[in-house]
T-cell receptor, first 114, second 117 residues
Framework: GQSLEQPSEVTAVEGAIVQINCTYQ??????LSWYQQHDGGAPTFLSY????GLEETGRFSSFLSRSDSYGYLLLQELQMKDSASYFC???????????????FGSGTQLTVLP | GAVVSQHPSWVICKSGTSVKIECRSL??????MFWYRQFPKQSLMLMAT?????????EQGVEKDKFLINHASLTLSTLTVTSAHPEDSSFYIC?????????????FGAGSRLTVL
């Protein structure tokens, strides 16, 4: 099976930088994704890393180290609207071996204070 | 990017009744869709993989006879919660691979919040 670990809560102030770490144990690993979910809403895609290194998309960046089974999401210039849950998710082969699927971590609740 | 539409967005039903949730890919064809369940303040748990034209693949611990999945066309998958009970109350979300945004992007529907009285 798969297991992912990420902090349950993070609090920061507007304008700050926050890093949310994720470690994973899995087989059939293709890559690491990050999703954002506001209360009551659907998860939305933020980033995907298949190779080691840093991927930057605007204020958000994501990093992967396959050898360390570790990744992180970096949020810069935090805004109030960034308050949400952030999930890391591993992109793996399904248990049947016939398809790709996404398995999510437990999520990190980010609170941005004024 | 692609759009996944899910209906109804919320439903309240009596214990023992069945509830059907629809998931449609609006501008693309989805041979595979995924059904997740999410309890409050918890993660998204994959329930099953819905395969167009064939049987769904259920994750361990998910009752096939209770959560019926039908994927009769390339744009529609349905989840039926049969003989629902209060413990089935949850947020059910469907998703599909978004080929427009990239092969590794999962696009989610808005979710269906089920409350069983």
């Amino acid at each position: 099976g798969q297991s992912l670990e990420q902090p349950s809560e993070v609090t920061a102030v507007e304008g700050a930088i926050v890093q949310i770490n994720c470690t994973y144990q899995t087989s059939g690993f293709y890559g690491l994704s990050w999703y954002q979910q506001h209360d009551g809403g659907a998860p939305t895609f933020l980033s995907y890393n298949a190779l080691d290194g840093l991927e930057e998309t605007g204020r958000f960046s994501s990093f992967l180290s396959r050898s360390d089974s570790y990744g992180y999401l970096l949020l810069q210039e935090l805004q109030m609207k960034d308050s949400a849950s952030y999930f890391c998710a591993v992109f793996v082969t399904s248990s049947s071996g016939s398809a790709r699927q996404l398995t999510f971590g437990s999520g990190t609740q980010l609170t941005v204070l004024p | 990017g692609a759009v996944v539409s899910q209906h109804p967005s919320w439903v309240i039903c009596k214990s023992g009744t069945s509830v059907k949730i629809e998931c449609r890919s609006l501008d693309f064809q989805a041979t595979t869709m995924f059904w997740y369940r999410q309890f409050p303040k918890q993660s998204l748990m994959l329930m099953a993989t819905s395969n167009e034209g064939s049987k769904a693949t259920y994750e361990q611990g998910v009752e096939k006879d209770k959560f019926l999945i039908n994927h009769a066309s390339l744009t529609l998958s349905t989840l039926t919660v049969t003989s629902a009970h209060p413990e089935d109350s949850s947020f059910y979300i469907c998703s599909a691979w978004d080929s427009f945004s990239g092969a590794n992007v999962l696009t989610f529907g808005a979710g269906s919040r089920l409350t069983v009285l």
